[in-house]
């Protein structure tokens, strides 16, 4: 059995038959680099781009007050991109502090002058024992980014529909949040250029035409389409402007409105009314992505599963697979022949949020008769 969330291959088979398949696994797998990186293996547990400038009485003194403020705000981040709520970031707090689980620090660049420290820095933190004191201290956690997500904000006036507005408070509010964000959601925008601009006008898609979302999707790899529009009218001489937000496919087709029940109308809005439900629309999506992606330990569910294969390597890369799922917590082999094995899962958390996880490494786990499998999933078309 694997121990919980060390993530390194340690299968233990029950007889000789096993040991001998395992021995021989040994052999002729190609065995992983194990030279350090500086980069962060995990990126969810680490932080770039931090800058310091620190004054003190000393030089000295300024770099260590600053990398300590740096080190707190990473950390800070990394807590509130993975625990759930306020209250669960403070108990962490409470009892750890962040040198309990730092890993490294890269210095992308620095200066030191006369009392005075200058630099911007990476950290990575070590996601293991980060890992476990969330098990010790019973706390809920989420660490699967999500598939990438194509933002498309857009502007519908009186004089029609605009995507690409530099100087619309709306649309340049949207890019700044993007390239701000630092959560588990992987957004990403079309960039600006005149063939995009002319390929996917504003009027094409405020109708949330297929053919143009799916174009838009495929040209930046996105699994997802969010758009999000401002529709302004008038009452009388008073402005008033109606958020939408609706999430659609990579086909093009619809999967929910984010805003279900709570469509906005703003009247007399400003520039923070905007960056306000800005804000509620990426909370939204953030808190259903964590909320379905939640590892617990106090909550396990068993899952028997049958992984197909057709070589040693492969089975060797679907256990590697397992290894690096966090909420699959251990497992046991059950019986192993030519054509796949039969795995006992042990789980903290959702089957959506196995699902999830599975996705990100290329497989799915499906029913087949009354058996469930992890197989891999159809491999992604060359124009994709």
Not at 204 to 228: C, G, H, M
Not at 351 to 356: G, I, P, S
Not at 362 to 374: E, F, N, S, T, W
Request: proline fraction near 3%; charged fraction near 25%.
């Amino acid at each position: 059995m694997r121990a919980a969330f060390i993530f390194h291959f340690r299968v233990i088979f029950r007889w000789l038959g096993r040991l001998l398949a395992f021995l021989l696994l040994g052999f002729l797998v190609e065995k992983p680099a194990m030279a350090m990186n500086r980069w962060c293996t995990e990126p969810v547990f680490g932080v770039s781009n931090i800058s310091i400038d620190q004054r003190a009485e000393t030089a000295s003194i300024a770099r260590d007050i600053g990398v300590r403020k740096a080190a707190e705000q990473a950390f800070s981040i990394v807590l509130n991109r993975i625990l759930l709520t306020n209250d669960a970031r403070l108990k962490f707090m409470r009892l750890h502090d962040l040198d309990d689980f730092s890993d490294f620090v890269h210095i992308v660049e620095e200066n030191n002058l006369d009392r005075r420290y200058i630099a911007t820095l990476d950290f990575c933190f070590d996601a293991a024992r980060l890992r476990q004191a969330m098990i010790k201290a019973q706390l809920s956690w989420s660490e699967l980014q999500s598939p990438p997500v194509l933002v498309v904000p857009i502007w519908i006036g009186p004089d029609g529909a605009r995507a690409w507005q530099r100087d619309n408070q709306w649309i340049a509010g949207w890019w700044d949040a993007v390239a701000a964000y630092d959560g588990l959601l992987s957004f990403r925008q079309l960039e600006r250029n005149l063939v995009n601009e002319r390929q996917f006008r504003g009027e094409d898609l405020v109708l949330a035409n297929p053919v143009k979302l799916r174009n838009a999707a495929s040209l930046v790899r996105a699994e997802q389409v969010l758009l999000v529009s401002a529709s302004l009218d008038y009452e009388g001489a008073k402005p008033v402007v109606t958020i939408t937000a609706s999430l659609y496919d990579k086909t093009g087709e619809m999967i929910t409105d984010i805003l279900y029940g709570e469509q906005k109308t703003l009247e007399n809005f400003t520039v923070s009314d905007l960056d306000i439900m800005r804000r509620k629309i990426i909370d939204k999506m953030d808190e259903s992505w964590q909320m379905a992606n939640l590892i617990n330990d106090s909550e396990t569910d068993y899952l028997s599963v049958f992984l197909p294969v057709t070589s040693l390597k492969e089975w060797a890369k679907r256990l590697s697979s397992l290894d690096e799922i966090a909420m699959i917590q251990s497992y046991d082999i059950i019986t192993l022949n030519t054509r796949g094995g039969q795995v006992y899962l042990r789980l903290a958390g959702s089957q959506e949020a196995l699902q999830n996880a599975l996705s990100a490494h290329r497989l799915q786990l499906v029913k087949h008769g009354d058996r469930q499998l992890i197989s891999a999933k159809d491999p992604i078309p060359d124009n994709q």
